[in-house]
């Protein structure tokens, strides 16, 4: 395998086009595939001295995070725990701070799988994907971009450049829940994001982002549906949990059964929006 460290982006995007090649950021799944043989790479483009591609800012009411930016840079950013509380959630629970240091927004959404931890919330708060190839930049809407497992839109010498996100503020609600076997350093085995932006009493918009369900992250568009436009209490939580359970489409594997998923992701739904509208916890309902 050759290496070749990019000073530019377009070096880098130069030295993608030939056939084989793969970007390494972090290198923290990369490096192990290609250890364990998953992935053979003819060429890694090593684009983690790209500085103009580890940011984060606001542009136009949306939060706009550059590919290389660490998990540690969202966990030290006042701004996303404000504007994108679940994302600061999800940093908090990302493996340790030695992966943390490493492992970028853009690597973590091109290794696609269905357990990445920074997609639900980032899908939840209707994230976008900025791509750039020699072709020229094209944008698009995170719901779109996985379209299997282990597998996105993204096609061959094309860099994710940033990601951005629809901002929250200080009215809106939102939560973050991880469910893991062990306390810490574990894949998800149901994560779910959700985020409700709120025009008085109403919720305008809702966001529930789904990690670890199904073969990719995805939003809920049946839950959301439950929500958007409507005073959400304890009948519109209820009907949303449901609708989150119907949809899913939740895969077997060594971590949990499909049924589990299924039933977790009514509850997790539940627990969210009550934990965020303030509604008393369901033991203490009635
Ligand atoms: C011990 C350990 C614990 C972990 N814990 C977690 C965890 O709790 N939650 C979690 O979600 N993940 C976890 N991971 C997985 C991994 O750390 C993350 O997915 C991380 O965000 C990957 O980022 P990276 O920069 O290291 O990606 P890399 O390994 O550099 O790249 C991953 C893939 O993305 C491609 N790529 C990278 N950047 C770009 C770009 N800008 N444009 C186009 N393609 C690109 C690469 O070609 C490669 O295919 C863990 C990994 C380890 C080793």
């Known amino acids: 395998m050759d290496y070749v460290r990019a000073a530019s982006l377009e070096e880098a995007l130069a030295a993608a086009l030939r056939p084989g090649a793969a970007f390494v950021a972090g290198g923290t799944n990369l490096v192990p595939d290609i250890l364990f043989g998953r992935k053979k790479p003819v060429l890694a483009v090593d684009i983690s001295r790209l500085r103009e591609l580890r940011f984060i800012e606001e542009r136009g009411g949306r939060l ?11 966990l030290e950013s006042d701004r996303v725990r404000e504007a994108a509380p679940p994302l600061h959630e999800s940093a ?9 240091n490493r492992a970028t927004v853009g690597g973590n959404l091109l290794d696609a799988s269905p357990a990445a931890d ?3 919330p980032l899908l939840a708060q209707d994230g976008e994907a900025e791509l750039l190839s020699a072709e020229g930049p094209r944008t698009l ?3 779109s971009f996985f379209l299997g497992y282990r597998k996105t839109t993204i096609r061959p010498g094309e860099l ?11 009215n ?17 085995v149901v994560s779910v994001a959700a985020a409700l932006w709120m025009e008085g009493g109403r919720c305008a918009e809702a966001g529930i982002g789904m990690g670890a369900v199904a073969p990719v992250p995805y939003r809920s568009g049946a839950a959301e549906a439950e929500l958007r436009g409507r005073v959400v209490g304890e009948a519109e939580a209820e009907a949303a949990a449901a609708a989150a359970r119907r949809e899913a489409r939740a895969i077997d594997d060594v971590r949990a059964s499909a049924r589990y998923r299924e039933r977790m992701c009514e509850v997790l739904v539940r627990r969210l929006l009550r934990r965020t509208l303030g ?4 033991a203490r309902a009635h």
């Open 64 to 74: 706009r995070i550059g590919a290389l930016a660490t998990v540690t840079d969202l």
């Open 92 to 100: 908090v629970e990302f493996a340790g701070p030695l992966v943390r």
């Open 118 to 120: 920074l997609a639900p």
């Open 141 to 143: 809407p995170l719901a």
């Open 160 to 170: 994710l450049t940033a990601v951005s996100l629809r901002s929250l503020g200080p």
């Open 172 to 188: 809106d609600r939102s939560a973050y829940q991880k469910l893991q076997l062990r306390r810490a350093m574990a894949i998800s």
């Open 279 to 282: 509604l008393p916890s369901p």
